[in-house]
């Protein structure tokens, strides 16, 4: 009699990439009918768009990752002195703690996150599976 192992397969993962590249193009009326799940995520931010609010970026299986940025997430100060010295982030991490420090969620703490986004820096997400919404923002060192 052989016994044969069963391994899971690897679809969770795949479907909440789809799901959330789904949200990213058809906008904030698609919900991912996902289980409600917090997945943290470690990216390197590709663009991000101010009027939508819309966080793209790869993730370090090179997967795209696309979230919401909404004034129900939490902006956590990067900490600047774990970026290296010479890494073009760094003065731009710092710009984003100047305005994450007023606590506001407006145009300059967007803007800040965009140039970031531009420059091709890192960022810690952690995400809501099941809308697409990030919990929780920070800057990062790739």
Known sequence: MQMTVKQAPRRPRMALVLALSLAAVLGPQFRATVQADLIDHQIMMTSYDTATHLLAGIDRNGLPVAVFLLGTTRYRAAQVDKYT?????????????TVQASGSVDVSLQTAIATLAASSCGAKVNIDSSTGVARAFQPVPL
Do not use: M, S, V
């Open 85 to 97: 010295p010479g890494d073009p982030c760094t003065p731009l991490a710092g710009a984003y703690n």
